[in-house]
């Protein structure tokens, strides 16, 4: 069982849809013991970073996503639920984010481009795990984002994409793996990501 994180905000039915479609046994659910005893846990997300986290907190939600993070089960995030995986963003300053990984969300810098960054744009791939591996040479995938993660330990960056500079498309350390773009939304090379997921390849 798939358990998907609904705490009232973000892409939840997109990603539940996309589950459906490759036959996996999905959940949308803030129930904490359904996410305690699901076999993989998925944290969706879109808006503030700040207003998510107090939105977490308010639901009691905060121990659970650590506990399921560091219980080695296989754990997705994506686009702000990459985000809230760090320790701060820069869109929220004074909030502390799950802690999962070390470093912080800073502002997309990019003077001659449009922010938020939105649409297509293609991945290069480092230190790829099994989420991202089988995937065509720079693969296309949709993002839609303000705010890109900073890492104090580089080796977890998974993706970059260039927009303007080079930002972290995606991270992992074990079971826990992110994408800032959204896979859901992203066609075929989504799907495959989501797919590798489905199929227990999670590190």
């Not at 480092?126 to 993002?143: D, I, Q």
């Amino acid at each position: 069982m798939i358990a998907i994180i609904d705490y009232g905000r973000g892409n939840l039915f997109s990603v539940e849809k996309a589950f459906v479609k490759l036959g996996a046994d999905v959940i949308v659910t803030n129930d904490i013991e359904k996410i305690r005893r699901a076999d993989k846990v998925v944290l969706p997300g879109v808006g503030a970073f700040g207003d998510c986290m107090e939105t977490l907190k308010k639901a009691g939600l905060i121990p659970v996503i650590q506990e399921a993070a560091t219980s080695g089960k296989p754990f997705l995030g994506i686009c702000l639920g990459l985000q809230l995986l760090f320790e701060r963003s820069e869109e929220s300053p004074g909030v502390a984010g799950l802690g999962i990984f070390k470093g912080a969300i800073r502002q997309i810098v990019a003077p001659k481009l449009k922010v938020p960054h939105m649409g297509w744009n293609s991945l290069s791939l480092k230190n790829a795990t099994s989420l991202l591996k089988g995937l065509p040479e720079n693969p296309y995938v949709y993002f839609v984002h303000s705010f890109h993660a900073v890492p104090e330990d580089a080796s977890i960056i998974t993706a970059v994409t260039e927009y303007g500079s080079s930002l972290t498309a995606a991270v992992g350390k074990g079971n826990v793996q992110a994408m800032q773009f959204h896979p859901e939304k992203s066609s075929s090379v989504g799907l495959k990501i989501l797919e590798s997921f489905v199929k227990n390849k999670a590190v």
